[in-house]
């Protein structure tokens, strides 16, 4: 069954260093997604993409984070600057249609820890 | 904006028992209704949904129904296994520009022997 994949598991940063979670969606999938859980709270929407350009995004989801699409098979979410609140459970995410009836299948997650 | 409501866990059930977490939302409109759950040290899951007004939505003995009138989803299983102990996320698809899903807290359940 295919599936996103999400490197790497785990990524230590101190603060003020950029960081680039990568994700690989499922392949037929044109509709991408980046959620983030900080420890102990909701899973929370930053950023949806389609056609090569962002669709919306939060208010969390502001200049200091950026998303791509570098090839074919890659979406990437890179945080400029990271800060010691950036410490989260980054989601990748992608769905076929973008429809109001369409699944958003999830990756493993990226685990940011700013030191 | 949106928001969901869930029963707070932790929830701790013996195997066999029967499970209610609780969820209820808060949208514009009608939207797609699914729970995700996250195993340990996993990610999000689909588990189930429902797109549409006393839709069932089911899977692995999980069920739950779409209630208009109540903006309620709750997750309901008749005999737990150790196995189901996880988080469980309700989350309506919801519009703002683009769909994004809206979760709850979250709900861990420990299924004990």
């Known amino acids: 069954e295919p599936e996103v994949t999400q490197t790497p598991s785990h990524q230590v940063t101190q603060m003020g260093q950029e960081v680039i979670l990568r994700c690989v969606p499922i392949?037929?999938?044109?509709?991408f997604y980046w959620y983030r859980q900080i420890l102990g709270q909701k899973v929370e929407f930053l950023v949806s993409f389609y056609n090569n350009e962002i669709s919306e995004k939060s208010e969390i989801f502001d200049d200091q984070f950026s998303v791509e699409r570098p090839d074919g098979s890659n979406f990437t979410l890179k945080i400029r600057s990271t800060k010691l609140e950036d410490s989260a459970m980054y989601f990748c995410?992608?769905?076929?249609?973008?429809?109001?009836?369409?699944?958003?299948?999830f990756g493993p997650g990226t685990r940011l820890t700013v030191l | 904006g949106n928001s969901v409501t869930q029963m707070e866990g932790p929830v701790t059930l013996s195997e066999e028992a029967f499970l209610t977490i609780n969820c209820t939302y808060t949208?514009?409109?009608?939207?797609?209704l699914f729970w995700y759950v996250q195993y340990p040290g996993e990610g999000l899951q689909l588990l189930l949904k429902?797109?549409?007004?006393?839709d069932k939505g089911s899977n692995k003995g999980f069920e739950a129904t779409y209630r208009k009138e109540t903006t309620s989803f709750h997750l309901e299983k008749g005999s737990v296994q150790v196995s189901d102990s996880a988080v469980y996320f309700c989350?309506?698809?919801?519009?703002?520009?683009?769909?994004?899903?809206?979760f709850g807290k979250g709900t861990k359940l420990s299924v004990i022997p």
């Open positions: 392949s037929n999938h044109l509709y």
């Open positions: 989350a309506p698809l919801e519009r703002a520009g683009s769909y994004q899903l809206t």
């Open positions: 949208a514009t409109g009608y939207p797609s």
């Open positions: 995410a992608s769905s076929s249609t973008g429809t109001s009836t369409d699944t958003q299948y």
């Open positions: 429902a797109t549409k007004a006393d």
